[in-house]
């Protein structure tokens, strides 16, 4: 089945810095990729996805990339802000399934 | 979007006994699926809820730990059976609100086993 693998576990960065998170799936007949964003206590946030047959999307400050010949896609918040510090999943939907398969997560960690 | 709500917001069980776990939706939806999120760790699908028929499980869950009902296309229940403290987790469902696989959660309940 489907595996997700998401890098790094965690991520520092300087207020006003950029940030990538990046994740790997195992199936090459995965065809959507959501990110959601979860704040302490709080369920999940979409915040961006992007489906197989695009190569980026951007919504201000945050884009995503796919790679469907690596089978990689990734995460990349610009001007990053405190209120972007919680932790970010990843995940893909397998062939022709509407289930999520979610990464590890990715803490993120914004310094003012 | 829709207005997703799940009760109880959180509970404190003892070993041995069993919890269901309700989720309303306000709108009609096609898919709704039940996740569990341990302490500190990623979310993990338990099952797909089928509308008029049996959850569809994945590996490592099964149905007599983890019945599932979805009686119509706003309501889901998810009971946790005779529980351990290994059960102690976040319960979280989510709904798939069109075909294009967008799903959005709802505020997950908090579960606590003794």
């Known amino acids: 089945g489907e595996n997700v693998e998401q890098h790094p576990s965690t991520l520092s960065v300087q207020e006003g810095d950029s940030a990538v998170i990046k994740c790997t799936y195992s199936?090459?007949?995965?065809?959507?990729f959501p990110w959601y964003k979860q704040e302490l206590g709080k369920r999940p946030q979409l915040i961006i996805d992007?489906?197989?047959?695009?190569g980026e999307k951007k919504d201000q400050r945050i884009a995503v990339t796919l790679n469907k010949t690596a089978k990689h896609f990734s995460l990349h918040i610009t001007e990053t802000q405190p209120e972007d510090s919680a932790v970010y999943f990843c995940?893909?939907?397998?062939?022709?399934?509407?289930?999520?398969?979610f990464g590890s997560g990715t803490r993120l960690l914004v310094r003012p | 979007s829709a207005v997703i709500s799940q009760k109880p917001s959180r509970d404190i069980c003892q070993r041995g006994t069993s919890l269901t776990i309700q989720c309303q939706v306000d709108?009609?939806?096609?898919?709704m699926f039940w996740y569990r999120q341990q302490p500190g760790q990623s979310l993990t699908l338990i099952a797909t809820?089928?509308?008029?028929?049996?959850?569809?499980?994945e590996s490592g869950f099964v149905i007599d730990k983890f019945p599932i009902s979805r009686p119509n296309l706003t309501f889901s229940t998810l009971t946790v059976s005779n529980m351990s403290p290994e059960d102690s987790s976040i319960y979280l469902c989510?709904?798939?609100?069109?075909?294009?696989?967008?799903?959005?959660f709802g505020p997950g309940t908090r579960l606590t086993v003794l």
């Open positions: 989510s709904v798939d609100l069109s075909p294009g696989n967008e799903q959005f």
């Open positions: 199936d090459s007949a995965s065809n959507y």
């Open positions: 992007i489906r197989s047959n695009v």
């Open positions: 995940a893909a939907t397998p062939g022709s399934s509407y289930k999520l398969i």
């Open positions: 709108s009609q939806v096609t898919m």
């Open positions: 809820a089928n509308q008029g028929s049996e959850a569809t499980y």
